[in-house]
């Protein structure tokens, strides 16, 4: 049986294209309804307050850092959305006095432009971003020395086999618009995909690449990090494929309600928690990772209702 087009780009798949019973079961959960999708390999937090849900963010950080040592170096791959918890992060190293000097950290993507990542003297660059609100702001005598850093950047399949030689104690990332993590968006409706998205399987084994965003995507980013400015975002971008992100030990998710909207974290959680991965919709593939976090900003949490603005 045929699935149907996209509402949103018809040429792409995405969670459109899903049967209409998972979606009206995902926009009837309330908190309880998603407290009760927990299982082991998939725990669910709320948090009053942003200034709780970011220190939460931060603190695992600092608890991948204070891991690291020289003969196990070992760190955690974090998101350019949400960046609130950045500052905090550069904050508690300092306060701490916690040398960074074992300890990694991997970008999780970064802008492609022509063929070539931007480098940070663009104004959406995700390392300039990393590095001006978190590892800038570190005492240079606790400083992660450069080569620690890893951006997906130039070999990117040197990036990848960073993750076979340093521990990835967490994965961090946000929830896109169109259910991704990273730059993991959904796929075109081409070629052997035309009428059935990737199998799970065939999605875990994308690597580090350079992907065509999906057109929601690109919409999200002018909207979160340009004002509104669509034609400042590239239309391409590398990012951290399902390869490596199964080689964290661990995956944290932070839903602070204003990047993917409430129909959008009630639906990835559902999925994750009936393990019903399906590539339109990313990051249910998470389903089969062992250990996953979902983490939601009550005041974000929101309604699935009708509500004229």
């Known amino acids: 049986m045929s699935r149907p087009l996209s509402k949103l780009a018809p040429e792409w798949w995405d969670y459109t294209t899903l049967d209409k019973e998972i979606l009206d079961d995902a926009s009837k959960l309330d908190e309880k309804g998603i407290k009760q999708l927990a299982r082991p390999s998939f725990q669910v937090a709320f948090y009053d ?27 955690i791959c974090g998101p350019i959305g949400p960046t609130e918890q950045l500052p905090l992060v550069a904050r508690m ?3 701490l006095g916690i040398n960074l000097k074992n300890a990694h950290f991997w970008g999780m993507d970064e802008w ?10 663009h104004p959406m660059s995700f390392a300039r971003c990393d590095k001006e609100m978190c ?46 993590w990273a730059f993991n968006d959904p796929l075109q409706r081409a070629g052997q995909h035309k009428d059935q998205p990737p199998t799970p399987a065939e999605f875990r084994q994308l690597k580090t690449r350079v ?9 999200q980013n ?88």
Request: hydrophobic share 40%.
């Open 222 to 309: 002018a909207r979160t990090s340009g004002g509104g400015n669509v034609a400042l975002v590239p239309t391409h971008a590398a990012t951290v494929g399902p390869f490596e992100t199964w080689k964290a030990e661990k995956i944290s998710i932070w839903h602070p309600g204003h990047h993917d909207n409430p129909m959008g974290i009630r639906l990835s959680a559902l999925m994750i928690s009936k393990r019903a991965p399906d590539a339109s919709v990313p990051m249910s593939l998470l389903a089969d990772h062992p250990n996953v976090h979902f983490h939601y900003l009550r005041p974000g949490f929101g309604k699935v209702e009708v509500e004229m603005h």
């Open 135 to 180: 590892f800038n702001r570190v005492d240079r005598k606790l400083r992660m020395p450069e080569e620690n850093l890893h951006f997906p950047t130039g070999d990117l399949e040197k990036y990848s086999r960073s993750y076979d030689a340093v521990r990835c104690v967490v994965m961090q990332g946000g929830q896109g618009e169109i259910k991704h």
């Open 49 to 75: 307050t942003a200034q709780e849900f970011y220190c939460a963010e931060a603190l695992e950080y600092i608890e991948a850092f204070k891991q690291a040592t020289p003969s196990k170096p070992a760190g």
């Open 211 to 219: 992907v065509k965003l999906h057109p929601v995507t690109i919409i």
């Open 93 to 95: 190293v300092n306060a």
């Open 112 to 121: 492609v432009i022509d063929g070539k990542p931007v480098d940070v003297t």
